[in-house]
């Protein structure tokens, strides 16, 4: 049976078919944890200490030996797209209650959903569309994408814009995996080599830990919030990537256009965050949706709007086949 190979042809879905599998767990059986408890108790409640796991073999993948270059063009996204997502937050605020959108086109749509979609570059997305449309340095330059995983940057948006207030203690927690691995990672190469072989591995074990605290009547319900919310990050990230890429970068844009994505491991931001701020707990499974929705439509579109920019604007020669078969497999990250 090849079903990885299934699992591959769905944008995202390394991470996003275990969380729809979580998901009918706890629509249809919402009691299963309880009911048989130990260890697949633990598998489906186990978000944050499968995450904190992930988080620190993420930290360990960063090597800060990279060239000069690569480090210029990794920093370009990562400010620029923390820049974004908290200026953008900031205007949302005037907006949008703390509460979120109740009734409407755009119900369940909330600063909390917002932030943690516009905040987060899917590095692996980035760095497979870049290979084929972009230098070795660009397709590298997701080295420091790997900062924004996880809820640090969410909080500090979150916290700046005046949404949340967090206790120190709980930036130091929030951090504190990654930094370890990163040490370590920087270390020992062959410490980053073991750490790093599980980032993927990981990735449908904290993904189905999050779909089973997702009910999918709430999925439906978030549709077009949701893709109204992908399009958004495209838009409203793309266009300042884009500038920043060839202004700062020394690139032609399409490096900007290929980050102008939510990762996958966004989802995970909202159920982080509501654990520390009891005032989010409710948005929880709404935001989660809705950023599943964003990372999933960003995983089509972008690759697409990234091949369509390199043949108009780049030095890229296309070969000859079908246009479809030049967007990359999945984005496992």
Not at 97 to 102: A, C, L, T
Not at 151 to 168: E, N, Q, W, Y
């Amino acid at each position: 049976m090849n079903i990885k190979k299934a699992v591959d042809r769905v944008p995202g879905g390394l991470m996003l078919v275990p969380l729809l599998l979580g998901a009918v767990v706890h629509t249809f059986a919402p009691k299963a944890g309880a009911y048989f408890g130990s260890f697949t108790n633990g598998l489906i409640t186990g978000t944050v200490p499968i995450l904190s796991v992930w988080f620190f073999c993420m930290g360990a993948t960063i090597d800060l030996r990279a060239t000069g270059t690569v480090l210029r063009k990794s920093g370009t996204i990562v400010v620029t797209k923390a820049l974004i997502a908290w200026l953008v937050t900031l205007v949302c605020t005037h907006f949008i209650p703390d509460e979120g959108i109740k009734t409407g086109l755009f119900a369940g749509l909330s600063i909390l959903a917002i932030t943690a979609a516009m905040d987060m570059t899917n590095g692996g997305l980035y760095a497979a569309v870049m290979q084929q449309y972009g230098t070795k340095e660009e397709a590298g330059a997701f080295v420091l994408t790997s900062i924004e995983s996880g809820p640090l940057i969410s909080m500090l948006i979150l916290g700046a814009t005046g949404v949340a207030s967090f206790d120190g203690r709980l930036f130091v927690g929030a951090v504190l995996p990654f930094v370890i691995g990163f040490v370590l990672g920087n270390l020992d190469k062959q410490l980053r080599e073991l750490f790093g072989s599980c980032v993927v591995a990981l990735i449908p074990f904290f993904g189905f830990a999050l779909g089973c605290g997702i009910d999918l009547t709430v999925v439906f319900k978030s549709g077009l919030p949701g893709v109204f919310l992908g399009l958004a990050v495209i838009v409203v990230t793309g266009i300042p990537l884009i500038l920043a890429d060839k202004v700062i970068g020394g690139g032609n844009g399409a490096a900007g256009l290929a980050a102008s994505s939510t990762a996958g491991a966004a989802v995970a931001n909202p159920a982080i965050i509501g654990e520390m701020i009891p005032k989010f707990k409710p948005l929880v499974p709404a935001a989660t949706a809705l950023v599943a929705t964003s990372c999933l439509i960003t995983a089509i579109l972008v690759p697409i709007l990234t091949a369509m920019w390199a043949r108009r604007f780049g030095n890229y020669q296309a070969p000859q086949e079908d246009m479809a078969t030049a967007v990359p497999a999945i984005v496992h990250h």
